[in-house]
Nanobody, 120 residues
Framework: VQLQASGGGLVQAGGSLRLSCVPSGSMFSINTMAWYRQAPGKQREMVAAINVGGSTNYAPSVKGRFTISRDNAKNTVYLQMNNLKPEDTAVYYC???????????????WGQGTQVTVSS
């Protein structure tokens, strides 16, 4: 099972985009869903996360501008990005995790990434 991210594109500074991430197949017992991003020459960083109960957390650089939400029934996660800045330019990846009850190991699912480019 993989995650399929979409919604990226080219936008001017101050604009908005909404990213979506849906699973390609059935997923069960998903705990946290999150968005990461990776800019050229930089390490991948977590942008926002949401747990199954709806609690959220954001990187300081996006707090107040980005909003993460999820549909638990569909295991779908969204990222509403407002007031975009050139420094938000990156490939955005979605992530979901669960714990395998048999082995107690964490299992991660990743999307293929969607490019977000913000022009100044």
């Amino acid at each position: 099972v993989q995650l399929q991210a979409s919604g990226g594109g080219l936008v001017q500074a101050g604009g908005s985009l909404r990213l979506s991430c849906v699973p390609s197949g059935s997923m069960f017992s998903i705990n946290t869903m999150a968005w990461y991003r990776q800019a050229p020459g930089k390490q991948r960083e977590m942008v926002a996360a949401i747990n199954v109960g709806g609690s959220t957390n954001y990187a300081p650089s996006v707090k107040g501008r980005f909003t993460i939400s999820r549909d638990n029934a569909k295991n779908t996660v969204y990222l509403q990005m407002n007031n975009l800045k050139p420094e938000d330019t990156a490939v955005y990846y979605c992530n979901a995790d669960r714990v395998d009850i048999g082995t107690l190991k964490r299992i991660d699912y990743w999307g293929q990434g969607t490019q977000v480019t913000v022009s100044s």
